[in-house]
């Protein structure tokens, strides 16, 4: 589906696109990111969505199309430099979701991101950590529900998810 606005869809692609590349995300695999890359690259994109934002609100699918929205939503993920915007963006992107604009599974992992960030457990179990005990998932609140709380998303259960990212990390 393409949206009203392609210029901002083929922005938020080529933001989305410069975002992996610097992540190490290659075609034929994984490369190491460049840690500094990262850095530019997501504070340019955070400049960039708090522009589109401000004059449109959170870019759904009516505005850009549904891979645009899907990259809008993997940039404010990785706006980790700005907790303040993340929160913001949550919000609208919150707003987004009510009005069928935004997919529900993309306010999960952000919430869980504004959550972390806060030293708040998160609810979707989406966040992990490596530090001295290995990889493991941020503390998840009332675990013995977590995984109703993902499928009220669209997520998968956390084990196959949890299987998921040890593979790809």
Do not use: F, S
Not at 104 to 115: Q, S
Not at 159 to 168: F, N
């Amino acid at each position: 589906m393409t949206g009203r606005r392609p210029d901002l869809a083929d922005e938020l692609l080529r933001r989305k696109a410069a975002d992996q590349h610097a992540r190490g995300v290659r075609e034929h695999g994984l490369v190491a990111p460049d840690l500094d890359g990262m850095r530019t690259v997501d504070a340019e994109n955070t400049t960039a969505l708090k522009r589109i934002t401000a004059e449109y609100g959170w870019p759904g699918r009516t505005l850009v199309g549904e891979e645009a929205a899907d990259a809008a939503w993997l940039l404010v993920q990785h706006a980790d430099a700005d907790p303040d915007y993340q929160q913001h963006a949550l919000a609208l992107l919150r707003d987004a979701v009510l009005r069928g604009e935004a997919e529900p599974r993309h306010l999960a992992y952000l919430t869980d991101r504004c959550l972390v960030h806060r030293g708040e457990p998160q609810l979707y179990g989406t966040q992990y950590v490596t530090d001295e005990q290995g990889l493991r998932p941020h503390p998840v609140a009332d675990p013995d529900k977590l995984d109703a709380r993902r499928a009220d998303v669209g997520l998968r259960p956390q084990a196959e998810y949890d299987a998921r990212i040890r593979k790809d990390y």
